[in-house]
């Protein structure tokens, strides 16, 4: 089927289109071109998203090849998704033109209007608005970060951060109470110092702690915003609480000193009321919250510690050697004369108590050789002849205690209920660690005495340790010490030597049969 009507141009003689026949075109056509508009907004919405996903690649590998930042940044978490970039309406365009109907002002019938179709050049069509026509443009270039940007980014980052850190990384100790009392305390006393001595916080603050918060409330904007919003957070009752405790100015203390003291002291019961009175009358003066009650109370506490202008101190007793003291300024001058002593000399004081550690060690030494010296006189002037008797071969003799050896062998050690020994060392002394069966004291058939060691310490004959499994004779006047404490070993010379004269008088007569 011919649309279109062809015209020979005399002058030319060549063949070239016409106009359009008048007249809507038909149904076929009409499908062709919707259906090439649909292919190529599908096509050029393909290329937006592959070019969409190249960028976000492109910012992948710049991060991780980005190798000149810290360890700490580095090990940070980071999104994975891209940055983001302004989308334009005019950045992509169609490659060929759409047809819009648009009424014809030719051509026309009566009562029919005919619509005639005009080639549009480019159209363009962005994700937030319908088709429409502009002119045809060149696609925007996707910006792309540089290095040295990426840095400038990261670095000013950090600066924000950490200026935040500074402004609020004493916020967890101070609690909105503290705050408060802070402010209440300082308008009060109009001084920190006085602050940081009176007024009690929730936890121990330093006097550059209390500093520091003040300046930072005063000309911090971050600060003072986050703290005066915390304190109109509090409940009514913290609040109040907190304002009770407001410490006493120096003018409120004044007119306290006003009150008559001795009109108080007559009338007890109407004190309370007389501070109401008070409060009624110097309302500027006073904190809002004040009570005659509280008033009372500190009154009372100037009072005690003799801070009240009527009160006069007491003259301290008078010394039989002394004058009266009639006035606190002779008091005070007095104490101030005791002060002015000699101070204490630090190389004085130590050499006093080397000397005094030197004395206690010679006295401990003299006590351990006081033993030793007994020793001596025993063996100058002979064992003692009233420990014996006909049946006793030895004595063990301790300080306080005196065990006789009547048999051949004896156990020493210390006796419980399960296990009893000849010679209990615990009636000598602490014996906590003595074995239970300590040593065996023997006397052999060469008239000689013999220690074996059998517990689990050793034991100190003559300054000699005897261990565990080992023996030794025992002299007359051997020293016997187990654990702490110490024995002197005497023998029965007299009878040690019948017992001599004995067996060998028995060796004889054997011999002889």
Known sequence: IHFYKRKMDAASSCEAEGTPLAGPLPLELQQIRAQSARTQTAALTTRRKSEEVKERNILKIRRRSHTDLSPEESAKRRSSRAIKRRKFDDELGLSSSLLVVSPGASNQTAGNS???????????????????LTEPSTPATPEIVSDQKLKKMFR?????RARKEDLVKDLGRWKPTDDLALITGVEQL?????????????????????????????????????????????????????????????????????????????NPQAAVKEFEDLLASKPDVF??????????????????????????????????????????????????????LDPADDSVCTEVQLTERQAKLEMRKLEAEISRWQVLEDQALGS?????????????????VRYLMRSR????????????????LGLEGPASKISRRQAIIKLKHTAEFHLANEGSRPVIVNGSPILTGESIVLHNNAVVEFSSLRFIFLVNLDLLQAIRNESSKNSYVKSLL
């Open 384 to 400: 003692n002849t009233s420990d014996f008797d006909n049946q006793t071969l030895a004595v063990l003799r301790g300080r306080l």
């Open 409 to 424: 062998e004896i156990t020493v050690g210390r006796s419980t209920k399960d296990a009893v020994v000849d010679v209990d």
């Open 190 to 266: 109009k001084d920190l110092v006085l602050v940081y001595k009176g007024v009690k916080f929730s936890c121990h603050f330093t006097l550059a702690e209390i500093q520091e918060r003040w300046y930072n409330i005063m000309y911090e904007p971050v600060v003072s915003q986050l703290a005066l919003q915390a304190i109109r957070n509090l409940k009514p009752e913290l609040v109040h609480k907190v304002l009770l405790q407001a410490p006493f100015s120096k003018e409120e203390e004044t007119a306290l000193n006003s009150v008559d003291t001795k009109y108080l002291e007559a």
């Open 156 to 160: 000013d980052k950090r600066k924000r």
């Open 114 to 132: 005919s619509a005639q179709l005009t080639p549009v050049p480019t159209e363009s069509r962005s994700r937030n608005s319908s088709l429409c």
């Open 287 to 340: 904190h809002p919250l004040r009570t005659g009650g509280a008033l009372h109370v500190h009154w009372q506490y100037l009072k005690f510690h003799n801070l009240l202008t009527e009160q006069v101190v007491r003259p301290l007793p008078k010394p039989e050697h002394a004058q009266q003291l009639l006035e606190f300024q002779e008091g005070e001058e007095l104490v101030l004369d005791n002060e002015l």
